[in-house]
């Protein structure tokens, strides 16, 4: 073959023949040059572009894969799967709006849940998210086993602010996909967007121990200790990313600088008997008796000053810094004497207010 060609190097039985063995022998960049030879010189069949898609996708070339795809396409009738295929190349290409036409032509190609699900993703990379939850759902009411589908209609409900309904779903999701450590770690983010951060940093921990080498859960969980007010504890995992792939080597510094520079205060502050405190206070029962109901709930104690207290530092989620607790008076005093490092107390009444305290350090 290789002596043919150098008789007539634009012969098209010697180029398919030749990329055909460079493809049985793993040697994908010389099959790809054959194949577009091929396409110049004779147009290609569906054959010669299906090849060429597979390969410029196994490179992350999307928009040549997808335009490959398409021309594959054009030698044949078109079913679902070829239709979900060209979808999923122009969702990793950024044009939306091929895709939402390639799930469309799928849709009414088969009527399958697959072609359904692809027609919601595709919704989804256009920003329709009304008309991508309704076509998720319809794939999950055909195939309720679709997982991919189940994570889509998860981030679909939370944008459009239907949290409780995004949760019931990610909960469903990483009950399915238990080794997904994605699924975990925006199961993680959407909780804590939700002030439930003791919940987000059991799934950002769980997606962490799937994947030690992902940069973003690790991140999220540091963040999430910081948020708790265990700056140990984010120190250490500060500390751990610096090295991992992805991460922003100045930023993540400077953010362990700053957390060795506020544990080296917080020890020095320990030392001298002070505590650090958060504080919710209010001279509604009414309201004292919701906000304990919402930090029994799990909501972050942060969350709940902000709907109930009435302290100057509502705003700030409560956090009145170091104090010494015999500065206080007496039902105070022991309320705070008593907690230990992020324990919080039940409510205490004291000169006509009611008052709960959570001990940071």
């Known amino acids: 073959w ?3 060609l150098t008789l007539k190097s634009e012969h098209p039985g010697l180029l398919r023949e030749m990329a055909r063995l460079h493809l049985q022998r793993g040697q994908e960049s010389q099959a790809y040059g054959l194949l577009t030879q091929l396409v110049r010189v004779s147009g290609g069949d569906g054959w010669t572009h299906r090849a060429l898609s597979e390969l410029a996708r196994k490179r992350a070339l999307w928009r040549q894969a997808l335009r490959h795809w398409t021309d594959a396409m054009s030698f044949g009738p078109r079913n679902g799967a070829d239709l979900r295929r060209a979808g999923e190349l122009a969702i990793l290409a950024g044009d939306s709006d091929y895709a939402v036409r390639a799930g469309l032509g799928a849709v009414e190609t088969d009527h399958s849940a697959e072609s359904y699900a692809l027609l919601g993703e595709a919704y989804f990379a256009s920003r329709d998210f009304a008309a991508s939850e309704t076509a998720l759902r319809e794939a999950l009411q055909r195939n309720p086993d679709l997982s991919a589908s189940r994570f889509h209609l998860a ?3 939370e944008l459009q602010g239907r ?3 995004s949760e019931g779903e990610f909960r469903h999701y990483t009950a399915m ?3 997904d450590p994605l699924g975990f770690y925006n199961f993680a983010v959407h909780l804590d967007k939700r002030g439930l951060t003791r919940e987000a ?3 950002a921990e769980q997606a962490s121990a799937i994947d030690p080498n992902l940069a973003g859960p690790r991140i999220l969980r540091g963040q999430l200790l910081e948020k708790l007010g265990d700056d140990t504890a984010a120190l250490r995992e500060a500390e751990t990313i610096m090295s991992l792939p992805g991460v922003d080597a100045d930023r993540a510094e400077a953010w ?3 957390l060795r520079l506020r544990v080296a205060a917080a020890d020095s502050s320990a030392e001298a008997g002070l505590v650090q405190l958060m504080h919710l206070v209010t001279p509604d029962k009414e309201a004292i008796d919701l906000a304990q109901a919402d930090l029994l709930s799990g909501l972050d104690f942060s969350v ?7 302290g100057a530092t509502a ?5 009145i810094g170091w104090i010494d607790p015999r500065d206080m008076v007496g039902d105070l005093r022991r309320a705070i004497e008593a907690l230990d490092i992020q324990e919080i107390s039940p409510p205490v009444s004291s000169g006509g207010l009611y008052h709960i305290f959570k001990r940071v350090r």
């Open 2 to 4: 290789e002596q043919g």
């Open 155 to 157: 981030n679909v409900l």
């Open 163 to 165: 949290v409780e309904e």
């Open 177 to 179: 996909e238990p080794d």
């Open 201 to 203: 940093l059991l799934n």
């Open 256 to 258: 362990r600088n700053d």
């Open 304 to 310: 709940v000053v902000t709907l109930y207290s009435v």
């Open 315 to 319: 705003a700030q989620g409560g956090v």
